[in-house]
């Protein structure tokens, strides 16, 4: 009879076990359904699970760190999430609590950390085969790396996270990556491939109803659209954008689109209408770096309807916001190292302590203290000037690098390359005689090992950027059958071997002044480079006698590209040498005689 009591006993006891756990399943269940819709739900399911008695509780921890994730609070977001990372039983529980984490570090700038626990999170999951989960680790790493300039990694890993879940058909989950990876294309200026990415994060939202995944994709798109040359496009997008934002009661994304509206309409050359939406802006818009761009594009506005007053006024505005970002951002920067310098101090506050218990049992003065105390502060002091200039001088070195890789690719224009191959291959095939064909391929052979080698360098003898350019001269000579004659002189006072300028300056205006300036003159063309001395100056004019630049067919991609990078380059030199160079490019206007355009800019007299 006592065996059979016993038996009962354990049978209720095992049966409660199960209802339990079950219990505790379905309040798991429950909480993690509420994740996308209902933060609150999340905590009161979770709190539910934790009531219940399991062995299994690091989940319910977990869930209570995404709920007051998700409710932006982080410090018990964090200790939630650390709590389940300690009763972690299983690998899956690992690598969810180190997801969890890294969320949190990223939310508070931990980069390092957060980096740490993705990494971590998605060698388990690729363990345990949850590519799932692995493709969304991917997507956080990447973020990670593009917030750390990092870019090609950041592109490696967006693309992982987009195959990993291409491969197993969840569509709608690779979408923060097609988002993050059209954003990172956008920021480097490769429109095409932001457009491609960011269309089919819009294609999958619209088919899913999913009206945030498309409004996200419009941000990417709508200016991809504009800076390509399809500004009527970019409008009737970004009017979509402003839409969906409002609907979606996300102002401040729908004042961003409002602002695309105004840029397309501005390329539109429908400036009235872009000036009324710019100034319905500048009453919302505060943030500095906002009205940096909001001011620059206003002053375009205004020039377009020849209103130069107002254009003065709002270029003069955007001149004090670049300022003040500027001083923005450096005061960010002090703020992070006095929060690094604070978190130091109350470590070597801690070390002090124990040094003072020291140095009291071995009866040691207290001017050794001072004495130590002041040259740890020296060298802190003494640490952090140096971190800051070398963050400075590596910022400096990365606009460089990048301004180096812009000029390689603008100087060559792959229209005159395939212009040139042309002319070789009419050399060849139609007029039958080869040696113009190889005369040409020569030199065009020879000025391309010219360019590059100019293009690697900072600064050259003005002996070689002359050849340089005489030879592109005598490149297009050729090609355009002696249509015109060129004259390129120097002022007889300079020693060109001896005098240092930038490389190929002059030969996107030389360009422009061929296939456009000339383009359709009935006289012989001519083209005239002189390059003067004056005081601590080198002055640079180019002179043809075509149709104008005002007559000159507006081109918003090669020609505003290239002389977009010459005014970053001579802003660059001004601000080294810290004088002010002078850049100007007129139409003669056919007075005098005269006709055509003319460049004149300025650059510093270097000697080697």
Sequence with gaps: MIKYHWFVFLILISWKSVAQERSYN??????????????????????????????????????????????????????????????????????????????????????????????????????????????????NIGIIMNVNDNDEKARFYFLESIRIFDRIGLEDKKLPSLVNIAGLFHKNEQYDSAIFYAEQCYNISKEKNFAFGMSQALINMAPSFIEIGRPKHGYQLAVEGEKLFTDLGISQSALLMKFYQGQALTRLNRASEAINIFKDLEETTTEISGQERLYRWMARAYEQLDDFSNALTYQRKFHQAYEDYTTEEKAAY????????????????????????????????????????????????????????????????????????????????????????????????????????????????????????????????????VNALELYLDIQRLRFNRAFDFKLSVDSSLRMDEILVPPLTAQPFIENAIEHGLKGIENHGVVEIECLKQDRKLVFKIQDNGIGIDHVAPKENHQSHAIRIFKERLSIIGKRMKMNFFFRISDLGNQDGQHGTLVTYELPLLKT
């Design 334 to 465: 002090l703020d992070e190292l006095e929060k690094k310098y604070e978190s130091e101090k109350k470590e070597r506050d801690i070390v002090a302590l124990q040094n003072r218990v020291a140095l009291e049992e071995a009866k040691a003065s207290r001017k050794n203290w001072i004495i130590f105390s002041i040259v740890i502060i020296t060298i802190l002091l003494i640490s952090s000037g140096w971190f800051y200039y070398q963050k400075k001088l590596s910022k400096e070195e990365e606009q460089t690098a990048i301004h180096k890789q812009q000029l390689l690719r603008s100087q060559i224009n792959p229209h005159f390359i395939f212009n040139s191959l042309s002319s070789i291959r009419g050399f060849l095939f139609e007029n039958g005689d080869a040696k113009p064909a190889i005369t040409y391929l020569g030199k065009f052979a020879k000025l391309m090992r010219m360019i590059l080698e100019l293009s690697s360098r900072e600064w050259v003898t003005l002996d070689e950027e």
């Design 26 to 139: 379905s309040y798991i269940e429950l909480a993690q359904s509420f994740e996308a819709s209902n933060p609150d739900s999340v905590l009161f399911y979770a709190r539910q699970a934790l009531k219940v008695e399991s062995e299994n509780q690091s989940d319910a921890y977990y869930w209570m760190g995404v709920g007051h994730r998700l409710k932006r609070n982080l410090d018990s977001a964090s200790t939630y999430y650390r709590q389940s990372l300690s009763l972690a039983k299983t690998d899956i529980q690992k690598a969810n609590g180190q997801m969890g984490l890294g969320g949190v570090n990223y939310s508070l700038r931990e980069w390092d950390d957060a980096l740490g626990n993705f990494l971590s999170a998605a060698k388990l999951y690729e363990f345990l085969g949850r590519m799932d989960r692995l493709g969304a680790a991917y997507s």
